[in-house]
């Protein structure tokens, strides 16, 4: 019911109202069974989250976070030398958990682009991005590639303006026993495309092929099943997907 009546409103208007109620929140769910490794607090429980059928605890109530993000975050702490080294990053649709984060890291360079969000540095359009070949360490672009029908093109952007030897994680939403992707452009409702694809604003189901279309623009993939490495129990106690897989991507 909570969710169906968020759908009611623009993106920007919740993303604006979620700072006003977030402490109340946090005070609601306090405990000690779930950790959220983006701010280290415990909670009770969290809360609630998905578009049709909700997953339970999935919505960190401190950071606003789902479990990709806290996977991402706990990839990019142990894995990468994001925390550590002198990088110039962009961010696309940069999330609520992470946009104020890492723009405090005193070794970012931290560029956030969206063409609808209110909390960008720079409204940018994914098919034309206004920045210059070869300008960026990292690129981080989650959760954008399936509302975009030349995903192709978008991928070409991200390409052109990373440096040789950079590195991105581009999460979209994949359906791991689905070997072909799945999109159909003459699905326009957003009934239809909710039936189809999920939510209302996706215009395909990534499938394993993804890394293929990644590779056909340039890029070197690889598949992170990064919960094989945290394990069992650190996956229940952080509430993280056992099935979500880091698309990690470098360009040569």
């Given at each position: 019911m909570i969710q169906k009546l968020l759908n009611l409103f623009p993106r920007p208007f919740l993303i604006k109202l979620s700072y006003v109620l977030r402490p109340l929140v946090v005070w609601f769910y306090r405990g000690n069974n779930l950790i959220d490794p983006i701010d280290g607090k415990s909670y009770r429980k969290f809360l609630p989250y998905g578009y049709g059928k909700q997953r339970q605890n999935a919505l960190s109530p401190g950071t606003l976070s789902l479990e990709?993000?806290?996977?991402?975050?706990?990839?990019?702490?142990?894995?990468?030398?994001?925390?550590?080294?002198?990088?110039?990053?962009?961010?696309?649709?940069?999330?609520?958990?992470?946009i104020d984060r890492f723009k405090n890291l005193n070794n970012?360079?931290?560029?956030?682009?969206?063409?609808?969000?209110?909390?960008v540095d720079v409204k940018a359009d994914i098919l034309d991005l206004p920045f210059s070949d070869n300008e960026f360490d990292v690129v981080i672009c989650n959760h954008v590639l399936e509302h975009i029908e030349d995903d192709k093109k978008a991928m070409s952007e991200l390409y052109r303006v990373m440096?040789?030897?950079?590195?991105?994680?581009?999460?979209?939403?994949?359906?791991?026993?689905?070997?072909?992707?799945?999109e159909d452009f003459s699905i326009t409702s957003p009934e239809e495309r909710k039936?189809?694809?999920?939510?209302?604003?996706?215009?395909?189901?990534?499938?394993?092929?993804?890394?293929?279309?990644?590779?056909?623009?340039?890029?070197?993939?690889?598949?992170?099943?990064?919960?094989?490495?945290?394990?069992?129990e650190k996956?229940?106690?952080?509430a993280l997907s056992s099935t979500e897989i880091l698309p990690y991507v470098e360009k040569g």
């Amino acid at each position: 019911m909570i969710q169906k009546l968020l759908n009611l409103f623009p993106r920007p208007f919740l993303i604006k109202l979620s700072y006003v109620l977030r402490p109340l929140v946090v005070w609601f769910y306090r405990g000690n069974n779930l950790i959220d490794p983006i701010d280290g607090k415990s909670y009770r429980k969290f809360l609630p989250y998905g578009y049709g059928k909700q997953r339970q605890n999935a919505l960190s109530p401190g950071t606003l976070s789902l479990e990709r993000h806290r996977l991402m975050w706990l990839f990019l702490q142990n894995e990468t030398n994001f925390f550590k080294d002198d990088l110039k990053v962009l961010h696309i649709a940069p999330e609520q958990c992470f946009i104020d984060r890492f723009k405090n890291l005193n070794n970012l360079t931290y560029v956030t682009a969206d063409l609808y969000s209110p909390i960008v540095d720079v409204k940018a359009d994914i098919l034309d991005l206004p920045f210059s070949d070869n300008e960026f360490d990292v690129v981080i672009c989650n959760h954008v590639l399936e509302h975009i029908e030349d995903d192709k093109k978008a991928m070409s952007e991200l390409y052109r303006v990373m440096k040789k030897g950079s590195w991105g994680i581009f999460q979209v939403p994949m359906k791991n026993n689905l070997g072909k992707t799945y999109e159909d452009f003459s699905i326009t409702s957003p009934e239809e495309r909710k039936k189809h694809f999920g939510q209302y604003d996706h215009v395909r189901w990534y499938g394993m092929d993804y890394f293929k279309r990644l590779e056909d623009v340039g890029f070197t993939t690889y598949p992170v099943k990064y919960y094989n490495k945290i394990g069992k129990e650190k996956t229940e106690l952080y509430a993280l997907s056992s099935t979500e897989i880091l698309p990690y991507v470098e360009k040569g």
